[in-house]
């Protein structure tokens, strides 16, 4: 059964920074591309960033693009997702999620599963 402890999300005013992490067990971490989404009240539940297995290949949505920075560390079966410059509208709950995969990571979005309960970020102005 896979397991998800989301940690770093938190309150910052317009400008911070937060670091979201995410820790999985009961997979082979380095078999999944993973990344990352986020449900703002009201929206669905969009995947803003991706990183293929080996950690070599990202993709960015636009909106998060020079402001996000994902990566892993496939020794500690743990993702990441520095937010820098964050902005009101990054208020949602952030997941992290996972998909079996060697190829690209921005394909077939509709096949990630979500794991963990998300953590919630929160940017005042």
């Known amino acids: 059964q896979v397991q998800a402890v989301e940690s770093g999300g938190g309150s910052v005013q317009t400008g911070g920074s937060l670091r979201l992490s995410c820790t999985v067990s009961?997979?082979?971490?380095?078999?999944?591309?993973v990344g990352w989404f986020r449900q703002a009240p009201g929206n669905v539940r969009d995947g803003i960033s991706c990183?293929?297995?080996?950690?070599?290949?990202?993709y960015y949505a636009n909106s998060v693009k020079g402001r996000f920075t994902i990566s892993r560390d496939n020794g500690k079966n743990t993702l990441y997702l520095q937010m820098d410059n964050l902005k009101p509208e990054d208020t949602a709950i952030y997941y992290c999620?996972?998909?079996?995969?060697?190829?690209?990571?921005?394909?077939?979005?509709?096949?990630?599963?979500?794991w963990g309960q998300g953590t919630q970020v929160t940017v005042s102005s």
């Open positions: 990183i293929n297995w080996s950690g070599k290949s990202t």
């Open positions: 999620a996972g998909r079996p995969t060697y190829g690209p990571c921005s394909e077939s979005w509709g096949s990630y599963n979500t």
């Open positions: 009961g997979l082979t971490f380095d078999d999944y591309a």
